[in-house]
């Protein structure tokens, strides 16, 4: 089973009814989730998260690089190396 790891000094930026938050951001088998309240939401491609009444505006991993691919918002780490298929 794969848990929850906290993104070092990783943050977004969520809102809800009007109402923006700095969270602290975690991954868990590479995709990126926010913190909201006593569990996570999962970030999706175009700002959309699991919760859908919850949005993110801005996230950012300074140690490590956050991308947008598929449906899902993806971390790797600092020591990562972006592998692409051949085609």
Known sequence: ?????DIP???AIV??????RQVKIAQRDGRVYARHGAGY?????????SCISVLWREVD?????????????????PDAQVVRAAE
């Open 61 to 77: 991993a300074p140690d490590g690089m956050i991308t947008e691919d598929g449906l899902g918002v993806y971390y790797a780490g």
């Open 41 to 49: 939401v999962r970030l999706n491609k175009g700002g959309t998260t």
């Open 15 to 20: 809102h809800s009814k009007g109402v923006y």
């Open 9 to 11: 000094e990783g943050q």
């Open 1 to 5: 089973m794969k848990y929850f790891s």
